[in-house]
């Protein structure tokens, strides 16, 4: 059983930053993909980031392109997703998830089937 755990999430002003990190456990995935979702109150489930098992190259949702940094730790199996400049609408809960195709990742409202593993979410709370 794959099991992916979220960590950094809190509460913060606005503007500053925050990283969260994501570490799976249970076997190693590999030719898997790893993403950033979030969801806000009464809003469905976004994409935030993604990045390709193979060569790292990433991509982002329109809300965060330029703000946010998805990055991966091949050596200590870790991903993680820096958040600056940090704004109101940035709150959420963020899902840390895993899947082998690409285009179902980077799906921008995909059905939690769609995506085959998920974390069970980290909150930030971004205050003005």
């Known amino acids: 059983q794959v099991l992916l755990k979220e960590s950094g999430g809190g509460s913060v002003q606005a503007g500053v930053s925050l990283r969260l990190s994501c570490a799976a456990s249970?076997?190693?995935?590999?030719?898997?993909?790893w993403g950033w979702f979030r969801q806000a109150p009464g809003k469905e489930r976004e994409f935030v980031a993604a990045?390709?098992?193979?060569?790292?190259?990433?991509q982002y949702g329109d809300s965060v392109q330029g703000r946010f940094t998805i990055s991966r730790d091949r050596v200590r199996d870790l991903v993680y997703l820096q958040m600056d400049n940090l704004k109101p609408e940035d709150t959420a809960v963020y899902y840390c998830?895993?899947?082998?195709?690409?285009?179902?990742?980077?799906?921008?409202?995909?059905?939690?089937?769609?995506?085959?593993?998920w974390g069970k979410g980290t909150l930030v709370t971004v205050s003005s």
């Open positions: 998830a895993a899947e082998n195709n690409w285009k179902t990742m980077i799906r921008e409202r995909p059905s939690i089937q769609d995506i085959e593993y």
């Open positions: 249970g076997r190693t995935l590999d030719y898997y993909h």
């Open positions: 990045i390709y098992w193979s060569d790292d190259v990433t």
